[in-house]
């Protein structure tokens, strides 16, 4: 199972960007939730946002209202749409998914910079 995630990047405060994470290796079926996490520099990884193979979301309290995860599951490929940056959302940002009967499986990360 290998997951890329791609569409991290540079954006001023109040702007927006959308994460990318593709899955492979896995047929669509076996996965189930897929998740975006974030570690910011001395920081540990936390939760960012969440997604059940229903659809059922969750998000990190600090994200809510402004970040909407969804997913794709003809492409294996989860999204992050992040609205209104703030500086502290700087981090390095990390997708999971849960396979079944497997474990759970994390992508190389990609970094968001928002600058003030």
């Known amino acids: 199972v290998q997951l890329q995630a791609s569409g991290g990047g540079l954006v001023q405060a109040g702007g927006s960007l959308r994460l990318s994470c593709v899955v492979s290796g896995v047929i669509t079926v076996n996965i189930h939730t897929m998740a975006w996490h974030r570690q910011a520099p001395g920081k540990q990884r936390e939760l960012v946002a969440s997604i059940t193979r229903r659809g059922t979301t969750d998000y990190a309290d600090s994200v809510k209202g402004r970040f909407t995860i969804s997913r794709n599951a003809a492409k294996n490929t989860v999204y992050l749409q992040m609205n209104n940056l703030k500086p502290e959302g700087t981090a390095v940002y990390y997708c999971?998914?849960?396979?079944?009967?497997?474990?759970?499986?994390w992508g190389q990360g990609t970094q968001v910079t928002v600058s003030s």
């Open positions: 999971s998914t849960d396979v079944y009967m497997s474990g759970t499986y």
